[in-house]
């Protein structure tokens, strides 16, 4: 089954692939699926995948002080994926401002070959002693717009929820 505002499975396999899994019989809820926070995890475990490949890693955070924050999720089902199905996991860098970034990670049951699942993310770079909204710095910025560039060449309509996104 195919939602008309979501990308084909195989359009979303142009995005690279940044995490792949299997439903574990303990991620299994009462209702015999996966259960939403290994969604939730999966979707923002590779945000922190895509953020670290631009460079906010440990090193960043202990080094430079600054990182970044969750400041919302959106999630988004589709489709089950249940016990024992294989599932991948490709996020998209949208757009950033000076201090915070929209992502939208797509998880693909690959057994169904469906869309799953969408975990959208607003996150904000702090400073690691203020606990406060900083500018990226200038590496950083590049290395988002890089991502951004990537997600421009789509040739589909990116399913935002339209609930969340970057302040202007």
């Known amino acids: 089954m195919r939602h008309p505002q979501l990308p084909s ?74 016990e024992g199905g294989k599932f991948s996991v490709h996020p998209l860098l949208l757009e950033r401002s000076g201090k915070a970034g929209h ?13 799953s699942c969408t975990v959208e993310i607003v996150l904000v770079h702090v400073g690691m002693d203020t606990r406060r909204p900083v500018e990226f710095p ?11 560039d990537r997600a421009r060449e789509v040739s589909w309509p990116i399913p935002v929820s339209g609930a969340m996104g970057i302040r202007r």
């Open 9 to 82: 499975y195989e359009e979303v396999l142009e995005v690279p692939v940044l995490l792949e899994g299997s439903v574990e019989p303990e991620f299994i809820d009462v209702n015999g699926h996966m259960n939403i926070r290994h969604y939730l995890d999966y979707g923002a475990t590779s945000a922190d995948v895509l953020i670290r490949r631009i460079g906010i890693d440990d090193g960043y955070r202990a080094e430079r002080r600054m990182g970044v924050f969750t400041a919302e999720h959106h999630i988004r089902y589709f489709t089950e994926i249940r």
């Open 138 to 148: 200038a590496d950083i910025a590049a290395g988002l717009d890089e991502w951004i």
């Open 103 to 115: 992502l939208l990670s797509f998880i693909l049951d690959r057994v169904d070959e469906v869309v």
